[in-house]
Nanobody, 128 residues
Framework: QVQLVESGGTSVEAGGSLTLSCAVS????????MAWFRQPPGQEREGVAV????????YYADAVKGRFTISQDNAKNTLYLEMNSLKPEDTAIYYC?????????????????????WGQGTQVTVSS
């Protein structure tokens, strides 16, 4: 059974930095892509960043481009999201997610419908 467990969420002041981690276990295959999504209070969940696991190509939502960096450590089976220059509007629950086998991952900001496996989420709060 695939399990994704996020960590690293906390409260931070605007302009600060934070790195989220997502520990992955239970895979019998390599997911073609893994992504971070977020759900701001009272809003729909939205895609933040995706990494194509074979090759490392990344894509970002416009709102975070230039400030966030998605990366992976295959030896540790861990996905990361480095967040810099944080803004109050980055406040959200952040989720990591993975696609099922044989998925052709969308080349762009991640699309929720492609992702089958989800973590429980970690809260990030940015104060002004």
């Amino acid at each position: 059974q695939v399990q994704l467990v996020e960590s690293g969420g906390t409260s931070v002041e605007a302009g600060g930095s934070l790195t989220l981690s997502c520990a992955v276990s239970g895979y019998t295959y390599t997911s073609n892509c893994m992504a971070w999504f977020r759900q701001p209070p009272g809003q729909e969940r939205e895609g933040v960043a995706v990494i194509l696991t074979k090759g490392g190509t990344t894509y970002y939502a416009d709102a975070v481009k230039g400030r966030f960096t998605i990366s992976q450590d295959n030896a540790k089976n861990t996905l990361y999201l480095e967040m810099n220059s944080l803004k109050p509007e980055d406040t959200a629950i952040y989720y990591c997610a993975a696609v099922p086998p044989l998925t052709y991952c969308f080349r762009g900001s991640p699309r929720e419908y492609q992702y089958k496996y989800w973590g429980q989420g970690t809260q990030v709060t940015v104060s002004s």
